[in-house]
């Protein structure tokens, strides 16, 4: 039943270089590809209202949703910019490998929880604890953030994306990504002080991951450790 | 997550998918190596619009990967949360439901209804038959 020759070659072909490069082009693809999927169900648009909005075609607006828009095919910044003000969005949240759908829409999800009023120490910790407990009960994490032991706890720089896209802006989200999970959610955020930062950044250092590491407020115990969430 | 497949007997295995894409389009075979290892890392579950949950069968999903204008491959796939894998099945074309497809209406809508069901039927008793088949599912070598 087994083909030991066949599991060589697909191992050989995804170490070659040509693997590598278009993995990068496809992997880029489907980030926007969800993106554009995302906010145009947030405007509640056809792909064809899109199309005509961004003044471009049903296909094209398909093929970037499917991410099946091939490396080889040429496609201009003005289509790009004209695709992200037809979805009221800025250009380079559309084009950042830093920033996910399903993050974007967590934060969307958090955001009316705490009247849209938050610090650093809230957008970076309660993404932490929310992933720490998805992975505990369903073996994986929401955000795409990849959390590291720094000064203030659990850390990734893809934060400041976020930041930028979040500080003094509201959205109407459709969860189209998170929605089977906002129980789970919930019941990350049901027990924490989700409005005090501080707390926020002492209760982090009580989580596993940063206990592993010896990390104690202040001092620099596993200094830009990587924190394993799902051991 | 990690992720299985097998090359079990019938064609429609996702293993022959990964056979047959070796040698004919290697592109292709990129392309749909991304979206399981996008799903994969987010633990099997289906984001639109790449993957979906499938009709019928609780607990079944599917990836898609546009062929050409009017044609979808699916590969039907679930997440085995005991063992936390992602564990790919089968995989059948079909014509894409899309405004430029006819292929759903009349005679050869009913023809293509039926294959799909068909393939479903497959994806479904390898589902349930993986428990007890566990030996004939392999690693996927993504790394």
Known sequence: MHHPATTKKLAEFIRSDGYREKASHYKRMILLGEKIYGHRKDLNMTQEELAKKAESTQRIISQLENASYGSEQGIGQDLYERIANALEIDVDYLFSDKVDRKTFELFSYIGPKLDWQWDIMQFMKLPYFVDLELTKELGFQISNFEYVRLDYGPFDKKIYAYRSLFEDKKYNVEFSFIKDFTDAIDKALSNLPIKDGNKLKILSYETEPMRKLGATLGGKEGWNEKLVLND | ?143
């Not at chain 2, 007997?9 to 996008?38: C, P, W, Y």
């Not at chain 2, 619009?49 to 898609?64: H, M, Q, S, V, W």
């Open chain 2, 1 to 143: 997550m990690d992720v299985y497949f097998s090359y079990s007997a019938h064609t429609l295995s996702f293993g022959n998918l990964m056979e047959k894409l070796l040698v004919d389009d290697e592109d292709l075979l990129n392309m749909i190596l991304q979206r399981i290892r996008h799903i994969a890392d987010y633990g099997g579950n289906p984001t639109p619009p790449i993957a979906k949950p499938l009709r019928g069968d609780i607990g079944l999903c599917e990836i898609r990967t546009s062929l050409s204008r009017d044609e979808l491959l699916r590969i039907c796939y679930f997440v085995d949360r005991e063992r936390k894998r992602m564990v790919l099945l089968n995989w059948f074309s079909k014509p894409d439901g899309g405004q430029h497809s006819n292929k759903y209406e009349g005679n050869a809508g009913r023809k293509t209804h039926k294959e799909v069901q068909e393939a479903i039927d497959i994806a479904v008793s390898l589902k349930a038959e993986y428990a007890e088949k566990l030996s004939h599912y392999e690693l996927f070598p993504f790394t």
